[in-house]
Each structure stands twice: as structure tokens, then as C-alpha cells.
């Protein structure tokens, strides 16, 4: 008996050192299994299928703005289309009678960078901009001087990365009101009274279609070069064959015709840019919207097959906590 109550004293003494460390199997267990396992062990079983639900929801967020975004650029783009249409007729007089020369050697180039203010639009102003850069490089020389003028927070952002002391003028916001041959031509105005040019290339994208838009340069060459090149002849040789009326001479004619002539190729270049702009946008909001609703399906089903496991998981453990009970 006194044996006995001694085994029964040393037991009580032992059980609260026995009962403070775990048994290695469950020790080794904890260790492999992560925090969020180690949660939903605790009972919250529903810490992945929320995770899910948010990022649906977010995902859901998304396709609603890009949707939106697409009818409002198709909006735009049906009030804008007509327009750039329409003043295609301004500048193809003056391509028939003086030309495209593009490729005319001159000592002052000025490359006008038309742009757009926003982005999510495709990479329409990434193309300007490698053109630009092109022209730049093409035209460069150790007697050649090449100035920027950029139309575009976009194109801003880029060229003055590298390009900042080549920029002879920027400006931004030009689309924020409705675009008018008026305010255009003050902007033509004011490119010619800041910079000094032989020839004048304008880089734009033209609009061929709501998925397709061609990046375009246009030139336009001072009066001394248009005289210079007509008396050289090629393609610019034909001036002569016009008979002048009036008492203006001929330089002041064509400083005249290169001014009225590059107002309106600079007009027809800024709505051609923006039913670009307008129409890349639409298609880029249509992709956007497209991959969302795939990321959706792929979210829904990993949702259903998570639920799902969370269920059979519980059942499980009912099922043998029932048999346990009754076993």
C-alpha cells in the first residue's frame, strides 16, 4: 500500500512535465504546415474562398471601368471621325501642287510630335516617338540642327528623357476643348514665331480604321527652300508653270501658301491623331475587358473547387467525429 501511494505521488509530480511538450509526430506536423493551413485548421475555413471573392470582385471593378471607357471612346471617336474627314480636302491641294518632299536635304529641321494627353491607348504615341527619333537621327550632321516640337503630355514624357535640350517647344492639353481650324491655326502661328525652320515634319497617325492607323510624316519646307527646290526642278518644278496675278512678288506668295499650307496640314494631323487616339483606345478597353472576363471564369472555378474541398473537408470530420462518438 505505501508502495502504491508512493507511484501514485511520483505520477502526479511527472504529469505536468509529460503534459508540456508535444509528441514529436505532432511537433514535426506543425512545422510543415503553412500559416494559412494552421488557420483553417483553427476554423477559419473560409480564409482562401474570401481571398477569391475579393479578387473576383476586384476583377469585376475592372471589366465595369474598361467597358465604360470603350463606350466613351467609341463616343468620342463617332464625333471626331467626320471631322478628319472632312479636312483631308485642306491639304491635298497642297500636296499636288508643291508636294511631299520628305526626303529633301536641309540644314534646319523641326520635327513636331503630335500626341495624345492620356494613355491607355495602345502604342500609338510610342510609334510618334520612334519616328521622331528616326527623323532626328536621319537629318542629324555635323552642320544640321534638329529642334522638337512636341503636342502631347505622352510624347513629352518621353523625348525629354534623353532629347531635353532639343525641345524647342512643348505643348500639352491641346484636345481639351473641341479641336476648331481657329484654334489650330493660332497654334500653327505660334510654332513659326518660336522656331527657326528649313523644313517643318510633322508625325502623326493617321486613321485607316477603329483597329488600324498608319504612322504618317508630313513635310512642309520654308519659302527659301520651296524657291530653291523649284528652281533645282524635280518635284517642285512645276511652280514655275503658274502664272502670279496681283502685285505680290513671288516670295510673298509662297510665304503665304507654306503658312495657310502648314495650318492645315497641322489641323487635318491633330483630328487624324485623335480618331487614332480614340480608336486604340477602344480596342485596347475591348482586350482589357476580354482578359477579365477570362481571369473571371478562371477565379469562379478555383472559387467552386475551393468551396468544394472546404466542404468535403468538413463532412469528413463530422462523419469521424460521429463514428469516434459512437465506436
Known amino acids: ?179 476648331n481650324y481657329t484654334q489650330v491655326s493660332v497654334l500653327a502661328d505660334d510654332i513659326l514665331k518660336n522656331v527657326e525652320y528649313d523644313a517643318l515634319r510633322i508625325v502623326f497617325n493617321r486613321f485607316q480604321s477603329v483597329v488600324q492607323f498608319l504612322p504618317t510624316v508630313s513635310t512642309i519646307l520654308s519659302p527659301e527652300i520651296v524657291e530653291r527646290e523649284a528652281e533645282a526642278g524635280g518635284s517642285l518644278g512645276e511652280l514655275d508653270s503658274y502664272e502670279i496675278e496681283g502685285g505680290d512678288t513671288k516670295s510673298e506668295i509662297l510665304q503665304n501658301l507654306t503658312e495657310f499650307q502648314f495650318s492645315c496640314v497641322m489641323f487635318n494631323a491633330v483630328l487624324e491623331n485623335a480618331c487614332s487616339e480614340q480608336g486604340a483606345r477602344m480596342s485596347a478597353m475591348d482586350s482589357s475587358s476580354r482578359n477579365a472576363g477570362d481571369m473571371l471564369d478562371r477565379l469562379t472555378l478555383t472559387y467552386n473547387r475551393t468551396r468544394q474541398a472546404s466542404i468535403t473537408t468538413e463532412l469528413i470530420e463530422i462523419i469521424s467525429g460521429a463514428s469516434a462518438l459512437t465506436g
Open 1 to 179: 500500500m505505501a508502495m502504491a501511494a508512493a507511484l501514485r505521488r511520483e505520477g502526479k509530480r511527472l504529469a505536468p512535465l509529460m503534459s508540456s511538450q508535444p509528441p514529436i509526430n505532432t511537433t514535426l506536423r506543425s512545422s510543415l504546415i503553412s500559416p494559412l493551413d494552421q488557420s483553417s485548421i483553427g476554423g477559419a475555413r473560409s480564409i482562401s474562398t474570401q481571398i477569391v471573392r475579393n479578387r473576383m470582385k476586384s476583377v469585376k471593378n475592372i471589366q465595369k471601368i474598361t467597358k465604360a471607357m470603350k463606350m466613351v471612346a467609341a463616343s468620342k471617336l463617332r464625333a471626331v471621325q467626320t471631322r478628319a474627314e472632312n479636312s483631308r480636302g485642306l491639304w491635298q491641294p497642297f500636296t499636288a501642287l508643291l508636294g511631299d518632299a520628305t526626303s529633301v536635304d536641309v540644314k534646319k529641321n523641326v520635327v513636331i510630335t503630335v500626341s495624345s494627353d492620356k494613355g491607355l491607348c495602345g502604342g500609338i504615341n510610342s510609334t510618334s516617338v520612334k519616328i521622331s527619333r528616326a527623323l532626328s537621327k536621319l537629318n542629324s550632321g555635323p552642320d544640321k540642327e534638329t529642334k522638337y516640337v512636341i503636342l502631347g503630355e505622352k510624347a513629352k514624357a518621353q523625348l525629354i528623357r534623353d532629347t531635353k535640350k532639343d525641345i524647342a517647344l512643348g505643348l500639352t492639353e491641346i484636345q481639351k476643348n473641341p479641336l
